[in-house]
């Protein structure tokens, strides 16, 4: 390089702060595209790349490994709760309960299985959910 093209102090120094300011301009413009990092988040993201190494549940797999789980669950025993898989890493359990603990114990098992990312809790508690309230419209109610 010639000494007519070479950089003075001032310019590295204003080429320097140019590039930092444009790196944070960048950065401060991704934070709020994709949105801030949370330690949830962080969770999700780590929890992934775990699954992602050792290779990710077909969802029939994962639908089978959450049935075998909540079968092996003896307080949920008696109950019949159907899995259905909706995508990889999510399930849906369906079903008639007698509580909402075991409502609430059939999500976490479901939950805790390996490669299951998000469960839809769409079991129903007897007692609560299978009530007719009177004098309500029902769906096959056909009057104007």
Wanted: cysteine-free; charged content about 25%.
């Amino acid at each position: 390089m010639r000494r007519d093209e070479e950089l003075s102090g001032a310019q590295i120094v204003l080429w320097t702060t140019f590039g930092v300011g444009t790196g944070l301009l960048a950065g401060f413009a991704l934070r709020e595209w994709m949105g801030g990092v949370t330690r949830p988040r962080m969770q999700r993201v780590a929890r992934r790349l775990g699954q992602a190494a050792h290779g990710r549940l077909t969802p029939a797999a994962a639908a089978r490994a959450v049935d075998a789980a909540l079968h092996a669950e003896p307080r949920l025993a008696g109950f019949s709760i159907e899995v259905v898989a909706v995508s990889r890493g999510t399930v849906e359990l369906r079903g008639w309960v007698t509580d909402r603990a075991a409502r609430t114990l059939a999500a976490r098992v479901a939950r805790v299985v390996a490669g299951i990312d998000t469960v839809i809790n769409s079991i129903l508690v007897r007692g609560e959910d299978d009530r007719i309230i009177p004098d309500s419209k029902r769906a096959n109610d056909q009057s104007a």
